[in-house]
């Protein structure tokens, strides 16, 4: 199985503002972003992720099929009017949920159309669930969405082939902005994966495209 991270930040990394607004990337980045999707069986997103930004995680922009919408989300907060629980009936979508989540929240979701998954204790378990992805569902391609703590999960558990990162010509600044991946970070640089960069694209709309392969030291 392929696992890709693909996200959009400004020069100064951060993948939002600190109000939440994530709107960075050009029309013509958004659209290489759908096709990464339609060659994708799922895209995985936290749950944070779709509070701040209600996505629909479809392929819009260019013909292709929808994947399957995976949310983290352990306590299975996602609201029953999200675009994704709304549409969950048209368009397969998976919350994978922890033990700490509600026996009634659970039935609420499938009832909405949506399949629960339970995936450990606390926070939901991203090994876990990226191994019932291939081996339950079949997957081959997973591409994760973001934000920066499922980011971290993916990437500390050693779980990234694939990073790609479009950096859009502007500053978000603030402390409290999210960046690229959050997490507890590492006390040395050295204790952290390590990228290959294997291409570069640029977009008319000045940003920059990095394709970094990743090597796997965990
Ligand atoms: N520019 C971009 O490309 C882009 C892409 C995506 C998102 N964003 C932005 O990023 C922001 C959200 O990012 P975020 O870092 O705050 O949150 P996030 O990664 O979207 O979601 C994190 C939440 O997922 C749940 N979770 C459960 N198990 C987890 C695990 N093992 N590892 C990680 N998360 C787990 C936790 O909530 P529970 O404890 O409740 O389960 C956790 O707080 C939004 O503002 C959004 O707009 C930007």
Do not use: C
Request: overall charge positive; aromatic content about 4%; charged content about 25%.
């Amino acid at each position: 199985m392929k696992v890709t991270i693909n996200a959009a930040m400004t020069i100064d990394g951060k993948i939002a503002t600190a109000s939440g607004d994530s709107t960075i990337s050009s029309k013509d980045d958004l659209k290489r972003v759908h096709r990464l999707r339609a060659g994708s069986d799922a895209v995985v997103v936290g749950i944070s992720t779709v509070l701040a930004d209600d996505p629909q995680l479809t392929v819009r922009l260019v013909r292709g099929k929808n994947p399957v919408r995976v949310v983290v989300d352990s306590r299975g907060r996602i609201p029953d009017d999200s675009q994704l629980l709304r549409t969950a009936r048209k368009v397969r979508t998976i919350v994978a949920a922890s033990m700490q989540a509600s026996a009634v929240d659970v039935e609420r979701i499938r009832q909405a159309g949506a399949e629960v998954i339970l995936a450990g204790n606390e926070a939901v378990d991203i090994k876990a669930l990226f191994s019932a992805l291939k081996k339950k569902m079949g997957f081959k391609k997973i591409l994760v969405e973001g934000g920066g703590e499922l980011n971290w999960s993916v990437l500390n558990l050693g779980l990234a082939d694939e990073l790609i990162v479009t950096i859009a010509p502007r500053v978000a600044g603030g402390r409290l902005a999210t960046t690229l991946v959050e997490g507890d970070g590492y006390d040395a640089i050295s204790q952290g994966p390590k990228f290959r960069l294997a291409r570069v694209q640029k977009t008319r709309a000045g940003e920059l495209v990095l394709f970094y392969k990743v090597g796997k030291n965990t």
